[in-house]
């Protein structure tokens, strides 16, 4: 019997689709891993397709891509002579069905197959759309030991795991592919814990890392042993290759062997932080961008979403222009140039008056007997959208948009102006939450990014009353509520999904919960044309949440 096991958790970051490169790393992984003795490879869910695959495994050809992979995963594991086994994440088929699966590898031969059980269908989540839900999973034996291999959303209720106890598990490896949000690393942990204590066996989670379009997925790989302590930690926002090893005592109850784990979690805002860099930077590099562009106008959310840019590509790589109009201040002026000296960027000024006049000249006939109103501020903002994307088209920097969910929740941005561009990196931060990471910003350098130490935002545009600069001394105030009152409000509605009579009881004014809900409702059409963005809340704008256009329900009766 075997009484010492040594468990290699690969904490990857994959590329959904890039077949041939993701197997380049869990060979790689498995190399590492085998030079260090391991006994077996844990990855993340569906490591070799990427996380989520969604409608690509409907096509064929690349099921069959897969198939390949993975022939060849094995011929090149099984020249090691005692080399570790794989516990291989793949989309794959049997059984005339499409599986979330996870292959044993050993000695180069698919030893068992063992399929996703409960798949998620909420939220971000969409499996039951692609793949069948797999069988009640039995153990699986390798070399003498009886795993439980339940996968990701399988232990998220507690039938699974009570069913592999009862078949005589002894261990539980997880592979999981676990979207970050807010305080989730918290929820995860006693989650597992809850698990743990339930079938008294240990359990190793291990997690993606990496950006997918608008998810990131944060690492963070652990295990407890079966008394719910931690036994194992791994980094988050980073990949890693680490070794646990584990002995069964007299009673065969599995222990760790290793010293307590010294790994801490980033949370609050340094956690919503280090998401938006990693989740622009696969963005940016995972599509072959050499950079972003971005319309710097002296505003708090545009400097923000600078310096994120620059901690996550480097200053070499983000280009940044003004783009003053006869109304934008000189505070505004001197404060964007302050902030590109800041982070080492450089600033380039384009002015957009002779636009603004040509569009006036052009539309003069049509304009006739009309006074100025929103149509000529919005005139600008797509004035700046095509310069932002002429740069774009020329040089090939991706445009990065820089409104907040505050605004894009009541429709306070122009279509093909402000909204005009490829990625929104604070597409899911309220602005009161934009105030406090530049704040935290200024306050802390995260380990592992390209930017500067220290200061990288100027107070001043961090404590002076936001502004579209459209018209003369326009605040945001003139058309929306305090922002600490609508982020509340906002919140309560997206989030909360309470009613109106909900949200005024919590102590708003009705009147001003009524045009924010109105504002919210619709705004839905600018949503649905907005650019991705990082998911950091609950339920981000997009696949969280989905309401339709066309929406004769207000909810303002109750």
């Known amino acids: 019997m075997k009484n010492k096991l040594a468990i290699a958790i690969a904490q990857l970051n994959p590329i959904v689709g890039d077949i041939a490169g993701n197997a380049e790393k869990i060979v790689a992984a498995w190399e590492s891993a085998a030079a260090r ?25 690349f099921m069959r891509h897969l198939k390949n992979a993975v022939e060849d995963i094995c011929k090149r594991t099984a020249s090691r002579k005692n080399g570790p086994a794989l516990l291989l994440t793949t989309p794959w088929e049997f ?29 971000v989540f969409d499996e039951k759309r692609v ?73 190793i989670y291990c997690n993606e890392v990496g950006g997918q379009d608008e998810l990131v997925f944060d690492g963070g790989s652990f295990g407890l042993n079966a008394e719910g302590n931690l036994a194992v930690a791994l980094p988050a926002f980073a990949e890693s290759v680490q070794i646990s090893n584990w002995l069964r005592d007299g009673d065969g109850k599995w222990y760790c062997d290793d010293a307590a784990p010294d790994a801490r979690y980033p949370s609050g805002l340094d956690a919503i932080y280090q998401t938006l860099v990693l989740g622009l930077r696969d963005y940016v590099n995972k599509n072959g961008f050499p950079g972003v562009v971005i319309g710097m106008s002296g505003g708090i959310d545009s400097a923000l979403s600078a310096a994120v840019a620059v901690d996550a590509l480097g200053a070499e790589r983000v280009r940044l222009a003004m783009m ?42 049509a304009f006739a007997g009309r006074d100025p109103d929103i149509a000529e501020e919005n005139i600008q903002a797509r004035s700046r959208g095509i310069i932002l994307m002429g740069l774009s088209n020329k ?5 990065l948009t820089t409104g907040n969910k505050s605004e894009m929740s009541v429709g306070y941005a122009t279509l093909y102006g402000d909204m005009c561009g490829g990625y929104s990196v604070l597409k899911d931060l309220y602005k009161t939450t934009v105030f406090a990471l530049c704040h ?35 605040k945001d105030e003139d058309s ?73 329900f207000t909810n303002l009766v109750t």
């Not at 200024?442 to 107070?459: K, L, R, T």
């Open 440 to 474: 935290w910003r200024n306050a802390h350098c995260p380990q592992g990014v390209f930017g500067p130490d220290g200061m990288v935002i100027p107070e001043r545009i961090i404590t002076k009353p936001p502004s579209a600069e459209l018209r003369p001394d326009q």
């Open 37 to 61: 003795g391991a006994d077996i490879v844990l990855y993340s869910e569906l490591v070799l397709s990427g996380y989520p695959p969604e409608d690509l495994v409907m096509k064929p050809s």
């Open 480 to 552: 929306l509520p305090p922002y600490d009152v609508l982020d509340d409000i906002l919140h309560q509605m997206i989030e909360g999904e309470r009613s109106v009579s909900d949200i005024v009881a919590s102590g708003h004014d009705e009147a001003t919960v009524r045009r924010v809900w109105r504002l919210l409702d619709r705004a839905e059409y600018k949503r649905r044309q907005a650019p991705p963005g990082v998911k950091i809340t609950p339920r981000a704008f997009g696949r969280d949440r989905r309401y339709p256009i066309t929406n004769g």
């Open 395 to 399: 040089f090939g920097h991706m445009v």
């Open 324 to 365: 003053p109009s006869p109304y934008t201040s000189a505070d505004s002026l001197e404060d964007a140039q302050i902030c590109a000296d800041m982070l080492k960027t450089g600033i380039e000024s384009i002015n957009i008056g002779p636009a603004m006049e040509a569009f006036g000249t052009m539309l003069a006939p």
């Open 95 to 123: 059984n005339g069905a499409r599986y979330n699966a996870v292959l044993l590898i050993d000695g180069g031969t698919i030893e068992t197959v063992r399929a996703k059980n409960d798949l998620p269908n909420y939220g």
């Open 131 to 203: 793949f069948a839900a797999g069988p009640m999973p039995d153990v699986v034996d390798f070399r003498g030991i009886k795993l439980g291999v339940p996968i990701c959303e399988d232990v998220w209720t507690p039938h699974v795991v009570a069913h592999l106890a009862g078949r005589g598990a002894e261990f539980m490896l997880v592979p999981n592919g676990s979207p970050f949000e807010a305080d989730k690393d918290g929820l995860r942990r006693q989650l597992i814990r809850d698990r743990v204590l339930e079938c008294g066996l240990p359990m």
